[in-house]
């Protein structure tokens, strides 16, 4: 089994910048695709952006779409989230989960059966 780690999250103002890490350990990594989620306080959790284990197919929700970057290496077994322009309204706990790759990739919560511990983003105005 995979177990995910998250880090590089903080407080940080209005238009700057973080990159968040998703470590994996355990099983091949390479063959999972990997999102990140994000739940507010008081929201559901929703989904963020997905990327396939090759690293060649990603997806994002609207309301990061040219502000967040998914990437990953498999060499390394990290994903990560780069989020610039960043605003209030995404504080909230960050989590990257796995599932193993099927040919398609999903922003589907339930269908991500390996979840990391989350990390904090605030981001203050």
């Known amino acids: 089994q995979v177990q995910l780690v998250e880090s590089g999250g903080g407080l940080v103002q209005a238009g700057g910048s973080l990159r968040l890490s998703c470590a994996a350990s355990?099983?091949?990594?390479?063959?999972?695709?990997t999102g990140w989620f994000r739940q507010a306080p008081g929201k559901e959790r929703e989904f963020v952006a997905v990327?396939?284990?090759?690293?060649?197919?990603?997806n994002y929700t609207d309301s990061v779409k040219g502000r967040f970057t998914i990437s990953r290496d498999n060499a390394k077994n990290t994903v990560y989230l780069q989020m610039n322009s960043l605003k209030p309204e995404d504080t909230a706990v960050y989590y990257c989960?796995?599932?193993?790759?099927?040919?398609?990739?999903?922003?589907?919560?339930?269908?991500?059966?390996?979840w990391g511990q989350g990390t904090q983003v605030t981001v203050s105005s």
């Open positions: 989960a796995a599932r193993q790759s099927t040919g398609r990739t999903y922003s589907i919560s339930s269908l991500y059966n390996v």
């Open positions: 355990g099983r091949t990594f390479s063959n999972y695709d």
């Open positions: 990327i396939n284990w090759r690293g060649g197919g990603t």
